[in-house]
């Protein structure tokens, strides 16, 4: 089995390889091709959480282990850690481990951007494009969006101006058109694309976006949990990574109350024309996307 470190897993996943895979996963979710289920959670000590998160289609079979542990920090360790572990499906052949943080980054960033090129207006696609957050969610979804708009503006608002213009450098050292922000409300209305990652459990983006808006959020992914508010999720499209996590994950929607009869899946919204109004796509998250990420690694690794 190739272990790959944090580094070689982000080398392993280009964004382009991965819209393609996550592309065919949707298309693979269509046939029925592919089997996840929900994913499960054990309590640990000192309110730590492990995750099990599952996924195979008739080739390759994988495994996300996360733990999360808010006290690491006191103790000069991440908060979250994980792994992925890729086996083929026939005979349970252990064939890759990558960085399980990598692939949760890449692959989130890489699923907003496929949904944005599918339900985002033509005119919401040339932005700017605003990011709510300056964590490792907000910086895969800066660097991926940079990767498909090679000239578009990007806004970085976070509660800490400091980290958000530590990105902004980040992203500038890379040619990248970026600029930390104070004023959230300054910049919102002009934004033809919104990128919400944070863990708020309250509202973070006002309910003032333009009329065209692609809003894709990210950061919340419990009940309790929520980055917009009720208002602007009932007025918009909705359109969630899959129907059954969001039920169950979808903090947004969740607490607007919404109607579920109208929230669609990815899979299939993304075979439908642009929406000209404002666009809701909530990702709470599915192993799914890691399989999708698994085989791009595998591509690359020139693993069959």
């Not at 080398?11 to 029925?32: F, K, S, Y």
């Not at 252990?94 to 960085?99: A, E, G, I, V, Y």
């Not at 209305?189 to 944070?198: L, R, S």
């Not at 508010?229 to 996590?245: E, I, K, Q, W, Y």
């Amino acid at each position: 089995m190739r272990c790959l470190s944090a580094e070689e897993t982000a080398t392993c996943l280009p964004w382009n390889a991965l819209v393609d895979e996550l592309h065919r996963v949707l298309q693979a979710m269509r046939d029925g091709r592919v089997v996840a289920p929900l994913r499960q959670q054990l309590e640990l000590s000192r309110g730590g959480v492990l995750l099990t998160m599952p996924a195979a289609d008739d080739d390759f079979a994988v495994v996300k282990l996360v733990t999360v542990h808010p006290h690491n920090e006191t103790l000069g360790m991440p908060r979250v850690q994980g792994e992925v572990v890729v086996m083929r499906a026939e005979s349970g052949e252990r064939l890759m481990w990558l960085d399980g943080q990598v692939v949760t980054a890449r692959r989130t960033a890489a699923l907003s951007l496929l949904a944005a090129q599918a339900l985002a207006s033509p005119q919401a696609q040339r932005g700017p494009l605003l990011i709510v957050g300056a964590g490792t969610q907000a910086e895969a979804h800066l660097f991926a969006f940079a990767d498909a708009y090679k000239d578009m503006h990007i806004f970085i608002f976070g509660r800490n101006l400091a980290r958000a213009q530590a990105l902004a450098a980040r992203a500038a050292a890379q040619g990248i058109a970026a600029q930390a922000v104070d004023d959230l409300q300054a910049v919102l209305p002009e934004c033809g694309m919104v990128i919400t990652a944070t863990n708020s459990t309250s509202p973070v983006l006002p309910d003032a976006v333009r009329e065209d808006a692609f809003i894709a959020a990210i950061g919340a992914f419990t009940p309790s949990m929520a980055e917009l508010p009720p208002s602007l999720v009932r007025r918009a499209r909705l359109v969630v990574d899959t129907l059954d996590g969001a039920r169950h994950e979808a903090g947004d929607l969740i607490q607007a109350e919404v109607d579920w009869t109208r929230v669609e899946a990815l899979a299939a919204a993304v075979l439908g024309p642009p929406h000209s109004g404002v666009t809701v796509f909530k990702s709470v998250g599915c192993a799914l996307w890691d399989l999708a990420a698994a085989r791009a690694a595998l591509r690359c690794g020139k693993v069959e």
